[in-house]
């Protein structure tokens, strides 16, 4: 029989759209469990901003999600996720789940030549999460870190293959290739979508690590091993919001999904972040 947390929905918060790339495994690894999304289009993006103040976004984007009865919290964003997470950890009763660690993890554990690849958008990659998440596991990794700002509106756009993609990928991706790795971890949401040119650019010899697979898999882990699973056989429900309101963001977003979203809903949340203590 099934507890009422079993029930509860799995909350997934990012400051966009990219996010519903994890969504999206979730969905495929999970089928059973409810998903509620936030997206905090409102306040997007979070790079540019301080550390403290993406803190304080997260902690608000989490209370919302709380106030919906989840069960557990993905940061699918990889800004919010390399500096919220110990303190939402500290703050909230429920599992806080983000999206560098297990793509760290998986990095480490499939490298041969210990010479790890890291692309992401610069906030992430000047962050160096991934390194230090990397190098905590194993400190004899070279890890090699590379920003591809235009793969994100290359993915917002659906340009996603073809001849201007690969001309790009292939400027971003080539010294890599000199540098004796055998494993790309996509340290950015968005780059899932064009994980097939990532992939041709560097060749079949390249593991590509993507973090919103592995987000999913680790999150069935923790929900089977705290007996928080809800394996129901009926079909999921899954509720989306925003806030704010973006004329693009069903289009765009059923790309990301990889599935139509029909509904959804506006929330105000922004007025009400308090900003944490220095």
Partial sequence: MKNDTQNAPIGVFDSGIGG??????LIRNLPGEDIIYLGDTARVPYGTKSRRTVIAYSHSNTEFLISKGV????????TASSVSIPSLRSEFDIPVIGVIEPGAKKAVSVTKTEKIGIIGTPSTINSGAYKSAIESLNPNIEVISKACPLFVPLADEGWIEG????????????PFKETGIDVLVLGCTHYPLLKNTIQKIMGDQITLVDSAQETAALIK???IEKNLLNDKGTQSDREFYLTDVSDTFLSVA?????????????VDIVGTTSLPSP
């Fill in 20 to 25: 519903l790339t994890v969504v999206k495994e």
């Fill in 254 to 266: 059923g790309r990301f999904l990889g599935e139509k979203i029909n509904k959804i809903e506006m």
């Fill in 221 to 223: 882990d923790i929900l």
């Fill in 71 to 78: 069960k557990l919290l993905v940061v699918a964003c990889n």
């Fill in 163 to 174: 001849q201007i993609t690969e001309s790009i990928a292939e400027k971003y991706l080539s």
